[in-house]
């Protein structure tokens, strides 16, 4: 039965045993191994050239992006999920990345002031929520964001992962999981008052990608994450994955 919907999938992620096995479930294979290793790259290539004072980071989970990002004067992560940020919390520890400040809230009540922020980071988050809940998480980001302030997250691209769970013979995933196309993701940001400004790639020419982890992975690991890496980096369109760079109208 696929989790949907706003208060069920909110009671989900405060599963503890979901919680404890979240980033190894997720991604700690190879091929999601190097999805989390792109998604890092291209959110702080977007920190360094918007430069900002302060971000935000919502629905951080168990602190799998928010150890990893380059320092910001002012990084706020935001949770609901109280056994998330106890896992969070020990892992900033852990990677001593005191900088941050940890805030149990819902992301669809923001609890700061208009413009608080330069930048807000999600992953793993927007996806899974139906246009209606979209449309006003993206106005409360909208609100926090200071004027030409860039919101990055993540973007399933629909014919890939329509593509590849055929390939594992996966039927969906488990919580609501909404897929895009290029032109309906700018679309969509545009109806919201955001421009996307980039769409960085994650595996690309996926296809190939799944033959290269399915096969010549396990036998030369380092000749095939180089070869992964090198098909991202030459294929403009054909992605599993965006990072997306958006910034507010």
Not at 15 to 30: A, T
Not at 47 to 59: K, T, Y
Not at 108 to 137: C, G, I, N, Q, Y
Request: include cysteine.
């Amino acid at each position: 039965m696929t989790v949907r919907g706003r208060d069920d999938i909110k009671s989900a992620y405060r599963d503890e045993s979901l919680v404890g096995d979240y980033i190894k479930s997720r991604f700690d294979d190879p091929f999601g191994t190097e999805v989390h290793r792109q998604q890092v790259d291209h959110v702080n290539a977007a920190i360094r050239r918007v430069r900002p004072a302060s971000l935000l980071e919502i629905a951080c989970g168990p602190a799998r992006l928010t150890t990893t990002l380059a320092r910001v004067e002012r990084s706020v992560a935001l949770e609901q999920s109280p056994a998330m940020i106890a896992q969070a919390r020990a892992r900033l520890r852990e990677a001593g990345r005191d900088h941050w400040t940890l805030v149990a809230a819902d992301a669809f009540d923001l609890p700061f002031p208009d413009r608080s922020f330069d930048m807000v980071v999600t992953a793993k988050f927007l996806r899974h929520f139906s246009r209606e809940d979209r449309r006003r998480l993206l106005s409360g980001i909208r609100r926090v964001l200071r004027p030409g302030g860039a919101l990055v997250f993540d973007v399933a691209r629909a014919s890939a992962y329509t593509w590849l769970l055929a390939k594992w013979g996966v039927a969906g995933s488990w919580v609501d999981d909404y897929w895009f196309e290029r032109n309906e993701l700018v679309a969509e940001m545009r109806e919201d008052g955001f421009r996307v400004e980039a769409l960085g790639r994650v595996h690309g020419l996926v296809r190939v990608q799944h033959y290269v982890y399915s096969y010549l992975h396990p036998r030369l690991p380092r000749l095939a994450t180089a070869l992964s890496r090198q098909m991202t980096a030459l294929a403009p369109f054909d992605a599993y994955e965006w990072v997306a760079v958006c910034r507010s109208e």
